[in-house]
């Protein structure tokens, strides 16, 4: 374990020397095999320096906390639901682990098991955040097992649950009222007023269009689209696509709403674990959601822009937008106006 990192230092009774002092916690690459699949991973454990063979060990829970680790690891790489992913979930809607299982037509020790040591499978992972984005269905849930809740409990978790479909609700209100001030037709919104019934369906088509291409859709990635959609209509037609105001923010160009953005009824998503303090988002579009048809030029300019893009990483896409001269000659935190983007790069 030569390469590894160094946590911190704690000073204790060493099992390994019999002596108290400093030692080091550390952290480096291990492998696991995990469903005959091999995993590497982050394993944490002590060094004892006072020893020079079997100077390594581990103490209290460190091996089931390595364990769920490596499992957590094999779940980010299927695209699945990590352990702390799916308490964050029932602690939203305040549920128990056992009252969360119930809720989705398990065993009552169920959620218990993939929140400590068991890898749910794909079906009940794609159950989980279907309920997480749609809460309205898990208020249906709550209804079809009525009987498995005493009175007062069940108007908890409806009242609960309500709430949540209200915040999200509100959610939608805020990007509405943040364009308010956009009420005309200016080169701010690429001359076109943001309607956002049309928006939701924009976003569910671009969604299922990556879906479809067997890609993966992070939000970053989906902003830069929404802007070069917007850009190469308005360098064509002088009219954008969806309404949207961008500004120019460190990883390019970015709506304003776009986090309210992320709540529009036509698509749903999961957060991963932070990256260098970032939140991963993952997009899917809605399955119950019915995409209405797309004007011919304007699905035109989509298809083009997603064939283009489909197969960048959200840094590939940033930096591929930063050399724009319609980023370039906006200041940080203004908004860039779509007069610029007349030198927009032919692709």
Not at 30 to 46: D, S
Not at 86 to 107: M, Y
Not at 189 to 202: A, F, P, W
Not at 277 to 294: G, M, R, S, T
Request: net charge neutral; charged share 35%.
């Amino acid at each position: 374990m030569d390469n590894y990192k160094l946590l911190k230092k704690e000073k204790m009774l060493c099992p390994i020397c019999g002596e108290e002092h400093e030692i080091e916690l550390r952290e480096s690459n291990a492998t696991m095999t995990i469903k005959e699949e091999k995993i590497t991973y982050k394993e944490k454990y002590y060094f004892c320096s006072n020893s020079i063979e079997n100077n390594c060990f581990t103490k209290d829970n460190m091996i089931f906390e390595n364990l769920l680790t490596a499992k957590d690891t094999y779940r980010k790489e299927k695209n699945l639901l990590t352990s702390k992913e799916i308490k964050e979930i029932r602690n939203k809607f305040k549920l128990t682990q056992a009252e969360f299982s119930i809720l989705l037509g398990l065993g009552e020790i169920t959620i218990t098991r993939y929140e400590t040591k068991q890898i749910q499978d794909v079906s009940i992972d794609q159950i989980i955040k279907f309920v997480n984005s749609n809460p309205i269905t898990l208020l249906e849930y709550l209804e079809e097992r009525k009987d498995k809740f005493t009175n007062e409990r069940y108007n908890e978790i409806k009242n609960n649950i309500k709430n949540i479909i209200k915040e999200d609700e509100a959610k939608i209100n805020i990007l509405k009222i943040k364009y308010i001030e956009y009420d005309k037709e200016n080169e701010d919104n690429g001359n076109r007023l943001l309607n956002i019934d049309k928006l939701s369906n924009y976003l569910a088509y671009i969604a299922k269009s990556m879906k479809d291409k067997g890609k993966d859709l992070k939000k970053v990635v989906l902003m830069k689209l929404l802007w070069y959609i917007d850009s190469i209509s308005y360098k064509k037609n002088n009219k954008a696509i969806t309404g949207l105001v961008y500004v120019h923010e460190k990883y390019g160009a970015l709506p304003i709403g776009h986090d309210e953005i992320m709540y529009l009824p036509s698509i749903s998503f999961d957060k991963q674990q932070p990256k260098e303090d970032q939140y991963q988002y993952n997009i899917y579009p809605k399955e119950n959601y019915k995409i209405k048809k797309i004007d011919d030029k304007e699905r035109e300019i989509i298809d083009k822009v997603i064939s283009k893009f489909k197969d960048y990483k959200s840094s590939e896409i940033s930096n591929y937008m930063h050399e724009e001269d319609a980023y370039k000659q906006t200041a940080p935190e203004q908004i860039i106006p779509f007069s610029l983007t007349k030198t927009l790069k032919d692709f």
